[in-house]
């Protein structure tokens, strides 16, 4: 179509500030637009998926986007408010209406109930423009409060390997480990399991992804060590 181009290959490295394409395309992530043309926010390799441009980082923090699913540590507790850290440049607010139901009075009721500093919560991002901090949310089922097992982090460009095509690989993981994982797209993961072993052998199988994410087979690699660990 006359007009519209993308000016570097797929899988190219690029860096912030240089022109990926031109026209009209929709954006998914690390880009940005002025004019008719997009930029990369920072260095990482250019991707297209129809008409979606994105850009991955190679490496470094976590970049919030509206509908994530993250893990987040509470690190302070307000009146009426948590601030919570979500792994990127910037801290996430969860106001106490987008934690609970329950009627809130800040001068008779306190907000620890919900959430106390040092608690990891699953929360989905509902807001983030760059002129205000993310805003989270809690009250959606299977939100909330995480209960025991183990938190582990790896870098955000292997959380898509990590989950598989259609979840295809953290089920395999579920499945052979018997535990019960969650995977934040801010590169932290919740593994709980009601034996010790079991937890760190999803954990040994996920760093294994980490390691061969450029590895063609890697599903039936996975699917053998972990039934030679079992």
Do not use: C
């Not at 999803?202 to 760093?207: F, K, M, V």
């Amino acid at each position: 179509m006359k007009g519209i181009s993308i000016l570097v290959e797929e899988k190219d490295l690029v860096v912030p500030g240089q022109v990926v394409a031109e026209g009209n395309y929709s954006i998914d992530s690390g880009i940005y637009k002025q004019g008719n043309k997009y930029f990369s926010e920072y260095v990482g390799t250019f991707w297209k998926n129809g008409n979606k441009i994105s850009v991955r980082p190679l490496k470094g923090r976590y970049y919030p986007k509206v509908g994530d699913m993250v893990i987040g540590l509470v690190e302070d507790v307000a009146l009426t408010s948590f601030t919570v850290d979500i792994g990127g440049p910037y801290p996430a607010i969860l106001l106490v209406s987008n934690a609970t139901d329950a009627q809130f009075d800040p001068i008779k009721d306190d907000a620890r109930k919900i959430f106390k500093t040092g608690d990891a919560i699953r929360a989905e991002i509902i807001s983030f423009d760059r002129t205000r901090d993310p805003q989270l949310n809690t009250k959606k089922e299977g939100l909330g409060k995480l209960v025991g097992g183990r938190i582990i982090e790896v870098n955000p460009m292997h959380v898509r390997r990590i989950i598989g095509r259609n979840g295809s690989m953290i089920s395999l993981i579920k499945e052979k480990t018997e535990t019960k994982i969650i995977v934040g797209h801010n590169g932290r993961i919740w593994i709980r399991g009601e034996d010790l072993k079991k937890e760190l052998l999803a954990t040994e199988a996920i760093d294994k992804i980490v390691r061969e994410a450029h590895v063609s087979g890697l599903t039936d690699r996975v699917a053998e060590f972990l039934t030679e660990r079992s």
